[in-house]
DNA sequence: TATATGACATCTTATACAAGACTTATTCTA
DNA sequence: TAGAATAAGTCTTGTATAAGATGTCATATA
C-alpha cells in the first residue's frame, strides 16, 4: 500500500477511459469534483492530471477543462505519420487502393498481438504523397478486437480515428523499426516504380492506453522526394 | 510581466548552466536556497525543477540532491544513437578510422549553424559494429565554437561528451531526416559494400541547451544486419 | 449589438509533513 | 585501543493540502 495516492487517481481515470466509460474527447470531471470522488484533495488531483497530460492520455486548457485525448485525422498524422518534405512541410497522404483480407495469424503475430488471436485482418494499401504513389502499407490487427472491420470499407485513410471511434480503441505510442531496402516485383509494380530502387522499410508496431500491442505494420516508401522526420531527445 | 515566476526560476538556472557556472554533474543548490535566492517559495523552485527534469536538463533523486544531466558515453549513446539489434538490443559502435579537416563553410551550413561561422570542421568517420564497418559518417562544426578542435586527435567515440567536457556545450536535441539511398563509390568503399547497396541515409541537426544549433551530420548506415530504432507518441 | 457579470474551470504560489540518503557520534566487540 | 556496527541528526527531495489568481464561457443587461 505505498503507492501514492496521485498514482491511484491516474489507475483510475486510465480505467474509465478504457472501459470506454470516459469517451474521447469528453471532458474529464472538475480538479474539485476528482479530489471529492477519489477522496483526495484538488492539488493531488491535480497532479494526476498533470502526469496524464504528460502522458498524452489528457489535454488541459486552462478556463475550459480536461479532455481526454481523441485521435482526429490531424492528430494522428501528426504524431504517427513521420514523412514530411525535405524543409519539414507536412504532407498529407492520400488513398490511392486498398484491399481487406482474412488470415491466419503468423506465429509472430500471434505471440505478440493482443489477444494472441488466431486470424487476422490484413490491410494492404497504396498512399500516395501529391499525386504520386509513394507508400505501399500493409497492416496487420487481430479479428478479434476488431471484428467486422472488414465489412466497413472504404476504410479511412486514418485508420486511428476508426480503431477509436468504432472500437474504442486509443493509440498511444508506436515503435518504428527502419531499414533500408531495394524495391522487389511487387513493390515497385504497387508504387509504380523500377524495381531496384531504394525504399525505406518502416516496421511499426502499435500500442494502446493500456500498452497493449494492437497492430503491426510495414510500410514501404519512396524517399526520393520526402524524408522521415523524427526528433531526439 | 505575465511570465510566471517559476518560468522565471527555470531560465535563470538554464543561463547559469550555459555560461558554465553551473557544470554538467554538478549539484545544484537545494530548493530552499533557490527558493532564497530567486525569491520564491520552495515549492515554486521545486516545480521549476521538475520541469528542468522533464526536460532533460537536470536529473533529481530523493535525499540526495538535483544535478545538472551530465553527457556520459552511455547516455549520449542511448539518447541518440539509434541503431539496434533488430531484438531492440543496444550495439556499441566501435570507431574504425577518423579524419578532420578544414574548409570553408557551405551556404547552408553558414546559415544555419550557431555563428554563421565562415569555416568550418569537417570530421569523417567509419564506425563498426560487431566487426563490420556498418556507419560512415560526416560531422560539420563550427571552428569558432570548436577551435582546436583538429588539434585533439584522436576524438572520442561520443563527440557530445567531448563537446561537454572540453567547450561547454551540452547537446539536448537533435532532428533527424533519414531517406533511403543506394550507396556510391566513396560510401561503398569506405564500407566495404558492393556499389548499389541499400544504405539508411540519416541527417542529423543538434542543438545545445539554448536551442542553437550546433553540429550537422550525415551518416550513412548499412541496415542489413541491424535497423533504426525509434519511439513515437 | 455590445458590454458586464458570475459561475466554474485550471494555473500559480505557498506551506506542512513524510521519506530517503549521508554524516557523524556513540556504542559494542574483539 | 582499534574497528565495526548502530543510532541520531540533518541534509535532500517527494507527497499532500489549501488559498488566491487568472482564463473561459454563457447569460443577463444596457
Redesign the interface.
Given at each position: 500500500m505505498n503507492e501514492p495516492l496521485y498514482r491511484k487517481v491516474i489507475d483510475k481515470i486510465v480505467a474509465q477511459i478504457s472501459t470506454g466509460e470516459l469517451l474521447p474527447g469528453s471532458m474529464l470531471p472538475s480538479e474539485m469534483q476528482i479530489a471529492a470522488e477519489t477522496g483526495v484533495s484538488q492539488g493531488t488531483a491535480r497532479k494526476s492530471l498533470m502526469m496524464l497530460e504528460?502522458l498524452?492520455i489528457v489535454r488541459r486548457e486552462q478556463g475550459r477543462g480536461t479532455f481526454v485525448t481523441a485521435r482526429t485525422p490531424e492528430s494522428s498524422l501528426f504524431?504517427?505519420f513521420?514523412l514530411?518534405q525535405?524543409d519539414g512541410q507536412m504532407i498529407r497522404p492520400e488513398l490511392v487502393s486498398q484491399e481487406v483480407t482474412e488470415r491466419p495469424a503468423l506465429p509472430l503475430e500471434r505471440e505478440t498481438l493482443d489477444g494472441a488471436p488466431m486470424r487476422v485482418f490484413e490491410i494492404r494499401r497504396v498512399r500516395s504523397l501529391r499525386g504520386t504513389p509513394s507508400i505501399f502499407e500493409t497492416t496487420v490487427v487481430s479479428t478479434i478486437r476488431f471484428s467486422g472491420l472488414d465489412q466497413r470499407a472504404p476504410l479511412p485513410n486514418t485508420l486511428y480515428v476508426l480503431y477509436q471511434q468504432s472500437y474504442g480503441c486509443i493509440i498511444?505510442?508506436?515503435?518504428?523499426?527502419?531499414?533500408?531496402?531495394?524495391a522487389n516485383d511487387d513493390t515497385s509494380q504497387a508504387l509504380g516504380v523500377p524495381p531496384?530502387m531504394?525504399?525505406?522499410c518502416v516496421?511499426r508496431v502499435a500500442f494502446d492506453i493500456m500498452g497493449r500491442q494492437v497492430e503491426r505494420r510495414r510500410s514501404l516508401?519512396r524517399?526520393?522526394t520526402m524524408?522521415?522526420?523524427?526528433?531526439?531527445?
Open positions: 504528460q498524452g504524431n504517427f513521420r514530411r525535405p498511444l505510442r508506436a515503435d518504428e523499426s527502419i531499414s533500408s531496402v531495394l531496384g531504394p525504399l525505406l516496421d516508401c524517399t526520393d524524408v522521415y522526420q523524427v526528433s531526439l531527445t
